[in-house]
């Protein structure tokens, strides 16, 4: 999957713009023959670097086939929100040395950065799975491989669990006044714009109010 850390980067040739409207039409194709509106509710870039410029291609396909969008996350610690906590707030600090674990181990599921340690463990294991049992591939959702099956229940729920304790621990001993600060950091005005993606979004509402107004549906 192009965009996540773990995929090939996005850099917007000519090959990816391509296999990426591939993908849309592979995927709307029921709705389009039907004549069915489409709203994609799910939608929003996933940064392996949060200092990447973002990349409005996806937008350009849905505006040329008038498909209705919202974008997934307004608010986050840093991987793909509008707006996320300041590097050196409260809670980032706090946290970071967890947040830091977790990239290193894959127990997050979104936003998974290579991690050598974890594929040395986790490789083999899928490989012997595929090859006794070919079909791994097609349990449901057949949009998951054998990696994805095994990482979700082991890494992401089980060893994830584990270290609830430890996050826990974070917290332990502050006062009201130490969390009231810690809550703070996700206070809007202490948040930092995503300025190149905020940008792409008030451009292509314009867009949208604009054709809005032009065909009579605006309100």
């Not at 919202?70 to 929100?81: A, E, M, P, Q, Y």
């Not at 986790?122 to 090859?131: G, S």
């Amino acid at each position: 999957m192009m965009g996540f850390p773990t995929g090939r980067p996005y850099k917007g040739t000519a090959d990816q713009k391509q296999s990426l409207e591939a993908q849309f039409l592979r995927k709307s194709e029921f709705q389009r023959t039907h004549h069915i509106p489409i709203w994609n509710g799910e939608f929003g870039p996933v940064y392996a670097n949060p200092k990447w410029d973002e990349n409005a291609d996806e937008l350009r396909i849905y505006d040329r086939f008038h498909i209705a969008w919202s974008i997934w996350l307004f608010k986050d610690v840093g991987l793909r929100g509008m707006v996320y906590t300041f590097p050196d707030s409260a809670w980032n600090r706090l946290v970071e040395p967890m947040r830091e674990k977790k990239k290193r181990l894959q127990l997050d599921a979104w936003g998974t950065y290579p991690a050598k340690e974890v594929e040395d463990v986790m490789n083999p294991l899928v490989k012997w799975i595929d090859f006794v049992s070919p079909t791994a591939n097609d349990v449901y959702p057949s949009t998951w491989n054998t990696a994805r099956h095994v990482e979700r229940p082991v890494l992401q729920t089980f060893l994830a669990e584990t270290f609830v304790g430890e996050f826990a621990e974070l917290f332990r001993g502050k006062g009201e006044e130490e969390l009231e600060e810690l809550a703070k950091s996700f206070a809007f005005e202490s948040c930092v714009q995503r300025d190149g993606l905020n940008k792409i979004m008030a451009d292509y509402a314009a867009v949208a109010a604009t054709e809005a107004e032009i065909d009579g549906t605006a309100e």
